[in-house]
Nanobody
Framework: QVRLVESGGGLVQAGGSLRLSCAASTRTFSRSAMGWFRQAPGREREFVAGMSWAGDSTGYADSVKGRFTISRDNAKNTVYLQMNSLKPEDTAVYYC??????????WGQGTQVTVSS
């Protein structure tokens, strides 16, 4: 059973930073693309950032470009999301996901990020 476990969420003031982590229970994901998504109350889940398994390709939502950075440490089966210059509109539950055969198939339980103004 593959498990993804996020951590690092919390309450932060606008302009602050947080670093999310997502640990995978299997080394399988060292060969998989990984992504971060978020879901705010009353809104659909949206893509935030993604990274290829080798770490040589990344993608970001326009709303977070220049503020968020995705990275990974395959030796630790962990992917990170560094979030800087946080805004109240970044408030959401953040999920990491692992890609299998081109689709995000495995999901973590989510971690709450709340940005106060």
């Amino acid at each position: 059973q593959v498990r993804l476990v996020e951590s690092g969420g919390g309450l932060v003031q606008a302009g602050g930073s947080l670093r999310l982590s997502c640990a995978a229970s299997t080394r399988t994901f060292s060969r998989s693309a990984m992504g971060w998504f978020r879901q705010a109350p009353g809104r659909e889940r949206e893509f935030v950032a993604g990274m290829s398994w080798a770490g040589d390709s990344t993608g970001y939502a326009d709303s977070v470009k220049g503020r968020f950075t995705i990275s990974r440490d395959n030796a630790k089966n962990t992917v990170y999301l560094q979030m800087n210059s946080l805004k109240p509109e970044d408030t959401a539950v953040y999920y990491c996901a692992g890609e299998v055969s081109g689709q995000y198939t495995y999901w973590g339980q989510g971690t709450q990020v709340t940005v106060s103004s």
